[in-house]
């Protein structure tokens, strides 16, 4: 069982590798969007979450920690592959700071 998703629900099963003869390098298919929709959601029944959570939800959590850990929000919108970082400055909406958003070098030590 992965994250509490049924082994017949995986995306994956080990004769499902795919081996490059030329140079040895292996691999997996790309996961169909419809199966890992599908697992998230059996998971996040499975756990009994009261909110909702959507894959979507990920991308959200993946954006707003390293803003919140103090990350440049130029690196973040590298990373969400971001072409404008207009967009990418919607996640900062939920760090609401105020005048503490800047730490200084010295509170790390």
Known sequence: MIAGVPRSRTAFRREDRWKDPATGEEGRPHVDDLILLKAFKHA???VGLAKRATCHTLRHSFATHPLEAGYDIRTVQELLGHMDVRTTMIYTHVLNRGGHGVKS???NL
């Open 44 to 46: 996040v029944e499975a």
């Open 105 to 107: 070098p010295i509170d």
